[in-house]
């Protein structure tokens, strides 16, 4: 689900929304009228074809999960996790297209997988004993809910965004503990199924047509993004900006500047709006991501 462009009207002394369309998406910049604002349209459109770069992998390994389950059902077999740890392959191939990334993989719904309410099939990357960056090794989390320590990914954001709203989500940056300690970002996509197969019945006796199901939730396909390896990408987009300018998440928290006004992982005390707090112009990033790109007036020749 992706972003969806609006018009606002507005009198001359207040703030207006300038909508442009791109070939990737849309990018939605707010600008104060009377001001000598910068054009954030071009590296806001650039940190989104970021974002969807990495969401491309993402998707494929969703699409090969949802495959896996399809061909389940039509054969009338269980996905296992010996079957589903048959798309291993597939995950180090997308992981390695990503080279940012820490890890990768799906994460499925409560009793898609047979016998378990919970479970992963998520490899991170690990360099080999000769300095391969490229070996990888499987995730093991405790996922048993008697354990006091499970980990219960049934209510993390990353998980429950797209499996309640149905869209892509970006959660982070932060600090994952739970994985290999390091400060990521997280890049999720809903996978959903099709219906099971029908049964063959003979023609005589074939029930009445029913109504197509609603897809099955079989859970989310992720990457855990190293902010190390990013954020020097999204810096050099940002440098790009002749004026200051920080990008932030819904969540008021900072994931880069060009400047050290704003220190990386701390939070503003308000989400950027043209006209406070020395800003002049935001854009909407979108790509599912809630990020904000803004500048300040750029200083005087």
Known sequence: MGATAHHENHQEDENRWETREYKEGTVTT??????????????????????????????????????????CLAADTALTPDRLSGM????????????????????AAPSVVADKHRHLEWWQRTASADGDPDGFARIRLNLDPESIDLYDYLDMDWYTVPRLEGCRHVYGPY???????????TLT????????????????????PRPPAD?????????????????????????????????????????AANTPRWISGT???????????????????????GWLLAATTPPHP
């Open 189 to 208: 996509v809903p996978v959903f199924g099709r219906p099971a197969p029908a049964a063959k019945v003979p023609a005589a006796s074939a029930p009445p």
């Open 30 to 71: 707010e600008t104060g009228e009377g001001r000598g604002v910068v054009d954030l349209d071009v590296p806001g459109s650039r940190v989104r074809a970021v974002l969807e770069g990495i969401f491309g992998p993402v998707a494929a390994i969703g699409a090969a999960f949802a495959a896996q389950r399809w061909n």
């Open 175 to 185: 600090v994952d503990f739970s994985g290999a300690d390091r400060y990521v970002l």
């Open 88 to 107: 291993r392959e597939i995950i180090w191939h997308q992981l390695s297209l990503l080279a940012a990334a820490d890890g990768a993989g799906v994460v």
């Open 215 to 255: 897809p099955e939730f079989l859970g989310v396909a992720g990457a855990d993004i190293r902010m190390s390896h990013l954020e020097p990408e999204l810096l050099a987009i940002l440098r790009s900006v002749p004026a200051a300018a920080v990008l932030v998440t819904a969540e008021r928290r900072v994931v």
């Open 267 to 289: 939070r503003l005390d308000r989400l950027p709006a043209p006209g406070a707090d020395d800003f002049a112009a935001v854009t909407k990033i979108g790509a599912d991501s």
